[in-house]
């Protein structure tokens, strides 16, 4: 059988305890390529570019005449 606390905890104890279960928002910047906000330490989702250089290939929109 596990053991069972022998009186009830204080709310105030439990969220003292659980302060630091958060989800923290990451860090936003600036895109130095197209100055969009990207992530820090991310690929910039808009031109593809990171740390100066093109990191990935981004799929162009196709013009319709």
Excluded: D, F, N
């Excluded at 305890?17 to 991310?42: F, I, Q, Y």
């Excluded at 031109?47 to 196709?62: D, T």
Aim: aromatic share 4%; hydrophobic share 30%.
């Amino acid at each position: 059988m596990a053991p069972l606390p022998k009186r009830k905890y204080p709310k105030a104890r439990q969220h003292a305890r659980r302060s630091h279960h958060r989800v923290l928002m990451g860090k936003v910047v600036e895109c130095t390529h197209c100055h969009s906000p990207r992530l820090a330490h991310h690929v910039c989702k808009t031109c593809g570019w990171y740390r100066g250089r093109q990191a990935i290939a981004l799929k162009q929109p196709e013009l319709q005449s």
